[in-house]
C-alpha cells in the first residue's frame, strides 16, 4: 500500500494565479482531511470529508474549495493565490473519526510545501 | 490563551538522558489525546494516544491529568534518533472532527 500520496510536492505560484493539490489514499479510509502548517503554529483544518460526496469546511477554508467523487481522492483547490497561503499543506485519513479508538490514527501525505509570490 | 499549548523548546537532551514534557488544553470537553512525531520537513506520525489511566509503549510513556488539563509525554533512555518535533493534539467533542494541533515541542537529543 502507499498510503496517503500528495502532489506536487514543492510549487511556487504567482498571485492570483489557480491550482490544485492532489491527495489519494489506498487505505479505503472514509475520514479524509486537509491541513495547512504554518511556522510554529499548530495544523490548522482547511476542510475535511467522512465520505465519497460529503464536504465540510475546517477552522481555515477561506480561499480553498474540495471535493470528495471517490474515497481514494481528496483534491484542494486554491483559486486566487494568495501571499497568505504560503504555507505547507498536509492531507490526511483515518479509517474512523479521531475519537482515540484504535482506527482513528490519521496518516498524512509527505506534505506540499507552497510558496506565493 | 492557546487552545493547545507547547513550549517550543528546543529541548537539548544528552543521549540515555529522560526528558518529560507537558502540553495544556483550555477546553475542559475535550475527550481525545494524543501524541504525534513529526521529523524535520516531514509529515506527522502517531506516536501514541493517551488513554486516561496513562499508557507506555517501550520507552513512552503517556499521562492525562484531566483535573490540571494537561498530557505529558515521558521519554526514558533517548536515543538519537528520538530527536524530533512532538506534537499534542486534542479531539474536542463539540468540535465536530477536528483535531486541535498544538504548535510543538522539539527535542534534540545530543551523543
Known amino acids: 500500500n502507499a498510503g496517503v500520496t500528495q502532489t506536487p510536492k514543492f510549487r511556487i505560484l504567482k498571485i492570483g494565479q489557480s491550482m490544485t493539490l492532489q491527495c489519494t489514499q489506498d487505505?479505503?479510509?472514509?475520514?479524509m482531511y486537509w491541513y495547512r502548517q504554518d511556522p510554529g503554529m499548530g495544523l490548522k483544518l482547511i476542510y475535511y470529508s467522512v465520505g465519497a460526496g460529503i464536504t465540510d469546511k475546517g477552522e481555515v477554508p477561506n480561499g480553498y474549495n474540495v471535493s470528495r467523487s471517490t474515497t481514494e481522492d481528496f483534491p484542494l483547490r486554491l483559486e486566487l493565490a494568495a501571499p497568505s497561503q504560503t504555507s505547507v499543506y498536509f492531507c490526511a485519513s483515518s479509517y474512523e473519526e479521531p475519537m482515540g479508538g484504535q482506527g482513528s490514527e490519521a496518516f498524512f501525505g509527505q506534505g506540499t510545501r507552497l510558496t506565493v509570490v | 490563551r492557546k487552545e493547545v499549548e507547547q513550549d517550543p523548546g528546543p529541548f537539548n537532551v544528552p543521549e540515555g538522558a529522560t526528558v518529560a514534557f507537558n502540553c495544556t488544553y483550555s477546553n475542559s470537553a475535550s475527550q481525545s489525546f494524543f501524541w504525534y512525531r513529526q521529523d524535520c520537513r516531514k509529515e506527522p506520525k502517531l506516536l501514541m494516544s493517551v488513554y486516561s489511566s496513562g499508557n507506555e509503549d517501550g520507552r513512552f510513556t503517556a499521562q492525562l491529568n484531566r483535573a490540571s488539563q494537561y498530557i505529558s509525554l515521558l521519554i526514558r533512555d533517548s536515543k538519537l534518533s528520538d530527536s524530533a518535533t512532538y506534537l499534542c493534539v486534542v479531539n474536542v467533542m463539540d468540535s465536530n472532527y477536528q483535531l486541535i494541533w498544538g504548535a510543538g515541542t522539539k527535542l534534540i537529543i545530543k551523543p
Open positions: 487505505m479505503n479510509h472514509n475520514y
